[in-house]
């Protein structure tokens, strides 16, 4: 890999709405890298790592632990389910993936606990055609809690007196919401309390003040990557909402969830599919129709690494990710899957979206338009040749560096990472064409 295709400090952030093959990216830059950290989201990300005839599915950990020696962090901004957190060890340590010295977890970062799990269960259920489709991993009622105040943090589960004096008055609150509101049985303090006090133990060696081992990394000068969970367009803040999750998931995330000063980011990279998908509910202007769906989800795998559900397919659209470039000020792009697309005959992207006789450019806030925007296409040729054994730009076929250029023109945005095969060989590095 070119020693310059990432800067310093990077954040590597999903573009679209998440599974865009940010795993597969991250563990190609973890080459380049000291410490890999995540900064936002929990186990609800499945990031998939292959490489010869293994296959990982990081949910919690970075992508970086496959790396022996790369440091792992665990920033403030991701909430945490510690049974999550020991089993994907577990899975680790069986394959020779050792975690000791080497992974760090924030002591502000918040934990999730069983009733944030059922209140996740429990919302979903009730929502019937308003539901977002969640993982049901309790993320929302885990996030929710920490605005509210009502959360407990690592450093709270560290200190006895705090811990117990904290769930007491916590528990009372949520058993209270369990049945008053949902006429559920409430949860015992005693078991909750059992269970995390022996987390606390096995806990304890990997927790750290890591906003402060991250800012000595970055004064020693260590190359730093923030790894980005779900995609920009499930940002609480600038994705479609309400069908997103509850965390930062695009660049400014990386700030307030780890504590390394803005001023210290050099590089933002957005990693896009060559096409969309989505998982859970939520607008998708590009979907598309039965038969394609099908036949795109069967070439590209599409079911979710975290709960196996189905992806929906659409065309790529230039709107969502421009939308994406804007709010991470994206200086480079990594797109994969380009290899999904080599049957096709001919190749869509969405320039813009058509509602009520209104024309819009720009990905918008409302809705309605996003419900009922009719997409407006431009075709590419397609290519019809297998991509998945490229090592080189030059190498592609005409038509797929046209597609790709196009893309490149729209987004203004330059490509430097080609992906045609979810292994870590089949990746074209681009440095200058
Ligand atoms: P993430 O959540 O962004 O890390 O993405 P996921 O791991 O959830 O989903 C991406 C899927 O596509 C995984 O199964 C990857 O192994 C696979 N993948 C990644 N890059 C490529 C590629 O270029 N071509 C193909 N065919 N598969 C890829
Ligand atoms: P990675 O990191 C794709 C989706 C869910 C649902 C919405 C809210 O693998 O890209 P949540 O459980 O977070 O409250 O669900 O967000 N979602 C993802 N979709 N990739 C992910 O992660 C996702 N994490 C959450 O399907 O629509
Ligand atoms: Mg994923």
Redesign the pocket.
């Given at each position: 890999m070119p020693k310059n295709i990432m800067k310093r400090t990077t954040i590597l952030v999903?573009a679209q709405w998440?599974?865009?093959?940010?795993?597969?990216i991250?563990d190609l830059l973890t080459e380049n890298s000291d410490i890999i950290v995540r900064y936002q989201g929990g186990n609800n990300?499945?990031?998939?790592?292959?490489y010869g005839d293994k296959?990982f599915?990081l949910h919690l950990l970075p992508?970086g632990i496959l790396h022996p020696g790369k440091k792992c962090v665990i920033g403030n901004g991701v909430v945490i389910d510690l049974e999550a957190f020991f089993h994907e060890i577990e899975i680790l340590r069986e394959s020779n993936v050792f975690v000791k010295n080497r992974l760090f977890v924030s002591d502000r970062a918040h934990l999730i606990f069983p009733y944030h799990r059922l209140l996740d269960q429990l919302r979903e259920g009730q929502k019937g055609s308003g539901k977002i489709g969640t993982t049901k991993r309790g993320i929302g009622p885990c996030y929710a809690d920490k605005a509210d105040r009502l959360g407990i943090r690592v450093a709270d589960l560290m200190n006895p007196k705090v811990f117990r004096d904290r769930l007491t008055y916590v528990l009372k609150e949520q058993n209270h919401i369990l049945q008053a509101v949902y006429r559920h049985q409430p949860f015992s303090f005693s078991k909750i309390h059992r269970e995390y006090t022996h987390y606390r133990d096995r806990l304890s060696p990997f927790v750290c003040s890591t906003e402060l081992l991250l800012a000595e990394a970055h004064r020693a000068k260590k190359r730093i990557l923030f790894e980005g969970?779900q995609?920009t367009h499930l940002d609480v803040d600038h994705g479609t909402y309400p069908y997103v999750t509850s965390s930062n998931a695009s660049a400014g995330g990386a700030i307030t969830g780890t504590g390394l000063s803005p001023a210290h980011i050099e590089e933002v990279i957005g990693?896009v599919k060559a096409y969309t998908t989505r998982v859970g509910e939520g607008p998708f202007p590009t979907e598309f129709p039965p038969a394609l769906m099908a036949m795109v989800r069967e070439l590209?795998?599409e079911f979710?690494?975290?709960t196996g559900r189905p992806r929906r397919c659409g065309w790529f659209d230039a709107l969502l990710v421009k939308h994406s470039v804007l709010v991470n000020g994206l200086s480079k792009m990594a797109v994969?899957?380009?290899?999904?697309l080599d049957t096709l005959p001919t190749i869509k992207i969405c320039v813009a979206y058509q509602y009520k006789g209104k024309q819009f450019r720009n990905f918008p806030a409302d809705q309605e338009v996003l419900a009922h925007a009719k997409p407006v296409y431009v075709e590419c040729p397609g290519w019809l040749e297998q991509t998945?054994h490229i090592r080189e730009w030059k190498k592609l076929p005409a038509k797929a560096k046209s597609y790709l250029t196009r893309l490149e023109d729209m987004l203004e945005t330059r490509i430097s990472i080609v992906?045609?095969?979810?292994e870590r060989l089949?990746t074209i590095f681009i440095d200058g064409k």
């Open positions: 999903g998440g599974d865009e093959g940010k795993g597969k991250i990300a499945g990031h998939t790592v292959r296959k599915i992508s969970a995609g990693v590209g795998e979710g690494a975290t994969t899957k380009l290899d999904v998945s992906s045609i095969g979810s089949q």
